[in-house]
């Protein structure tokens, strides 16, 4: 709907004006709450020992934990362009980013704690997306804008567990993961939110923008997976 609504504020004005060069960082707050219950489930086996398949508990020593995916960074790249002397329309590039990780010692031989042999479980996730984004923004002075858009994006969550009681996990036919293997992700996003925007030199500008930003993923290991929260981003514009 955002993109429709760009191109024909685009179509409605044929004064062509000067194309910026945007680009920047922001940093996004998630839910990804069926993601997290699998982090959760793995500290808890860090924490506590892995169970085997007759139910007893194998112990764990020296845990550190896979911090839950509740912020993610997103690089971005794009152009934009005065359509008319209210409105902008701006197409970019978009990179969100994230890895967690943790890992314990577990037994994986002996009987008593004397005879124990100890070995490191890791766990890694690694999730990327690369997506293309339309938004049109509505400018109230020379300073403040409020607007929005819709992305779409695809990419890789690669989940890497690696030690032996992993893969006797795996091998009992539970759902972990195969020690090392990428599942693919499609998603679009949408956004409304505030932006700021000040020169700092001839032709460049200093900008800040709050969004809210709701995004439905598709994962191709857990299925649909939804996430929303604020984005804070500072970038700079270009002025041709």
Do not use: C
């Amino acid at each position: 709907m955002m993109a429709l609504m760009i191109v024909g504020l685009a179509a409605g004005n044929a004064a062509a004006s000067e194309w910026e060069a945007v680009g920047g960082l922001a940093i996004t707050e998630t839910t990804l709450d069926v993601w997290n219950d699998v982090i959760d489930d793995l500290n808890y086996s860090f924490e506590n020992g892995f169970k085997n398949e007759s139910g007893s508990v194998i112990p764990t020593r020296n845990e550190e934990e896979v911090d839950n995916i509740d912020r993610v960074p997103m690089l971005y790249l794009g152009a934009r362009k005065e359509i008319n002397d209210k409105w902008t329309g701006e197409l970019r590039y978009e990179y969100i980013f994230g890895t967690v990780e943790g890992e314990a010692e577990a037994v994986i031989a002996g009987n008593t704690p004397a005879d124990f042999v100890w070995q490191k479980q890791e766990a890694k996730i690694d999730v990327k997306l690369h997506g293309i984004t339309a938004l049109a923004d509505y400018q109230f002075n020379d300073r403040w804008t409020v607007g929005g858009g819709i992305g779409f994006y695809k990419g890789t969550k690669n989940k890497d567990f690696e030690g032996a009681i992993f893969q006797a996990i795996n091998a009992s036919g539970a759902k972990v993961t195969p020690d090392d293997k990428d599942f693919d992700l499609d998603a679009v996003s949408y956004r409304l939110g505030v932006g700021y925007e000040k020169p700092f030199a001839e032709n460049w500008d200093f900008n800040a923008n709050l969004d809210y930003l709701y995004m439905e993923i598709d994962d191709e290991d857990d299925g649909n997976i939804y996430s929303n929260g604020f984005s804070y981003g500072v970038g700079v514009t270009y002025s041709f």
